[in-house]
């Protein structure tokens, strides 16, 4: 009765798991590729408080992935100090956000929330929060800027808030190529993380531009609008995510964190 019992708390308190994801990590994740050890840190996360008995067969069928497969991840999770492990206890101790900010220096306080539904398409939600990030700075900036200036109206800052982004810098922000950021993009917007809008420049081209615009793969396209040929810049994108806060690093260093 009692294993019943404690399966379905377990079971019960995995949907109800929410948490804060420092940008700083999500940014990270990406760089280095490693969605899918995350995932598997964000599953177990979500089945403790910070301390879980490695169960290895029971936590390779929670986990839904193979028993080698979860071996490497726990392999590689270790060695970044994200999970730690007692071979005596047989013990996981799953380090919190916290910990892994002060770890890695990681100073900034801005967070994305996530659920347990986030896990099955984390790449798109880790680049959301990438882009989201950069939306968020922008709209600061410009209100700051428009707070300084009385009389100025602050409607198209309000949510939501819609900025052009190019591909490139996404590309740099989470160090991907091109083509593999516009596919994140692609996700992202699908799962509704950001949203898009056609980005349409109306202006006359002459032909030996038309040409070359064509030519160049990563460049912008001839597009033709109503009044005639259209230069297409970067898309305007909107943020769909939830921001929160993290503690401040010197109250960190005061805590006693796992």
């Given at each position: 009765m009692a294993s019943k019992l404690q399966n379905l708390n377990f079971h019960?308190?995995?949907?109800?798991?929410?948490?804060?994801?420092?940008?700083?990590?999500?940014?990270?994740?990406?760089?280095?590729?490693?969605?899918?050890?995350?995932?598997?840190?964000?599953?177990?996360?979500?089945?403790?408080?910070?301390?879980?008995?490695h169960d290895h067969e029971r936590l390779s069928k929670e986990l839904a992935i193979s028993s080698k497969t979860l071996s490497k991840h726990l392999k590689e999770l270790i060695k970044l100090n994200w999970i730690g492990f007692d071979s005596k206890?047989?013990?996981?101790?799953?380090?919190?956000?916290?910990?892994?900010?002060?770890?890695?220096?990681?100073?900034?306080?801005?967070?994305?929330?996530?659920?347990?539904?986030?896990?099955?398409h984390l790449s798109a939600f880790l680049f959301g929060a990438a882009i989201s990030n950069i939306l968020r700075a922008k709209k600061r900036e410009i209100w700051r800027i428009a707070a300084t200036k009385p009389g100025v109206a602050f409607a198209s800052i309000r949510h939501p808030f819609y900025f052009?982004?190019?591909?490139?810098?996404?590309?740099?922000?989470?160090?991907?190529?091109?083509?593999?950021?516009?596919?994140?993009?692609?996700?992202?917007?699908?799962?509704?993380?950001?949203?898009?809008?056609?980005?349409?420049?109306?202006?006359?081209?002459?032909?030996?531009?038309?040409?070359?615009?064509?030519?160049?793969?990563?460049?912008?396209?001839?597009?033709?609008c109503r009044s005639g040929i259209g230069f297409q810049r970067p898309d305007f994108i909107s943020s769909n995510m939830k921001f929160s806060r993290r503690k401040k690093i010197t109250t960190l260093n005061n805590l006693d964190l796992v």
């Open positions: 019960q308190n995995n949907i109800s798991f929410k948490t804060s994801i420092p940008i700083d990590v999500c940014k990270y994740v990406l760089r280095h590729r490693l969605v899918n050890q995350f995932r598997t840190y964000l599953m177990l996360k979500s089945m403790c408080d910070s301390k879980l008995k206890s047989k013990m996981l101790f799953i380090r919190g956000f916290d910990r892994i900010r002060l770890t890695y220096k990681f100073k900034s306080r801005t967070a994305i929330v996530c659920t347990k539904n986030d896990f099955k052009e982004v190019a591909n490139s810098y996404m590309a740099k922000v989470v160090d991907y190529s091109i083509e593999g950021s516009m596919k994140l993009k692609a996700k992202a917007e699908k799962a509704g993380y950001i949203s898009t809008k056609e980005n349409i420049e109306a202006r006359s081209q002459d032909l030996l531009n038309i040409i070359y615009h064509k030519k160049n793969p990563y460049g912008n396209l001839i597009v033709r």
